[in-house]
């Protein structure tokens, strides 16, 4: 299946969602300088995440051509995993996969994070791990409220881009009434910096949570703009 949706965020920011039917093949075709793609494929055995890596960046180019029609660039991971074009340091990228779907951000300025997660109950099995006392209150024995807590905090943490966090401790939610759309209020609480984050979520169908964050400004670390949690 083709491009799915594509969604400004922002004056320099664009969402992208793709369902993804293609086979590997298909979608090498579809992305710019295959042959330099195919190198840097990953090496697996599972078709999925061969699938989802190459859609990843074919979405990741197709948001590019949109936002910079004149760009050419690589996409590559940073040390902590990050995607980043590395002839346009300036720009921001954030990918998820989960099942059927993926979701991309490409911005010419600031940062982002994005997460698309199947609703299922892992989340609810693990949220000793990953959820506060309040948070576990506000969750309640709602699966897609578990899923969300989860992909916020991933978005979250990919805004961050860097390895370690403790989701548990230091990035934590406000209570809210789960909606078919919304925002969520979220804070990041490291050990000499910390901050509040607008996440924006939505139910993607009905088996699917989709979370996105996007800064086109980025605070200096040495600034504190609220109080403690």
Not at 32 to 57: C, F, I, K
């Amino acid at each position: 299946m083709p491009l799915h949706t594509v969604t400004p965020l922002s004056e320099h920011a664009l969402l992208g969602l793709w369902q993804l039917t293609e086979q590997p093949a298909d979608l090498l075709k579809q992305v710019p300088r295959a042959e330099l793609y195919s190198q840097l494929q990953p090496a697996t055995r599972d078709e999925n995440r061969t699938l989802q890596w190459l859609a990843g960046r074919v979405l990741a180019h197709a948001l590019l051509a949109q936002v910079n029609p004149e760009a050419r660039a690589v996409l590559r991971n940073d040390e902590n995993g990050r995607p980043f074009f590395e002839q346009l340091p300036d720009y921001a990228v954030s990918l998820s996969h989960s099942g059927q779907w993926l979701a991309a951000i490409v911005a010419t300025q600031g940062r982002v994070g994005t997460d698309i997660e199947l609703i299922r109950t892992k989340a609810q099995q693990l949220a000793s791990r990953f959820l506060s006392k309040d948070e576990l209150a506000d969750t309640g024995d709602d699966v897609a409220k578990h899923s969300l807590y989860w992909s916020a905090k991933e978005t979250l943490y990919k805004l961050h881009s860097r390895r370690g966090l403790v989701f548990k401790e230091q990035i934590r939610l406000n209570p809210f009434e789960l909606r078919k759309a919304g925002v969520l209020t979220g804070h990041l609480l490291l050990e000499n910096f910390r901050s509040q984050h607008q996440i924006h979520y939505q139910r993607l169908a009905a088996d699917y949570v989709l979370t996105y964050c996007v800064e086109d400004v980025v605070v200096p670390p040495s600034f504190s703009p609220y109080s403690p949690v």
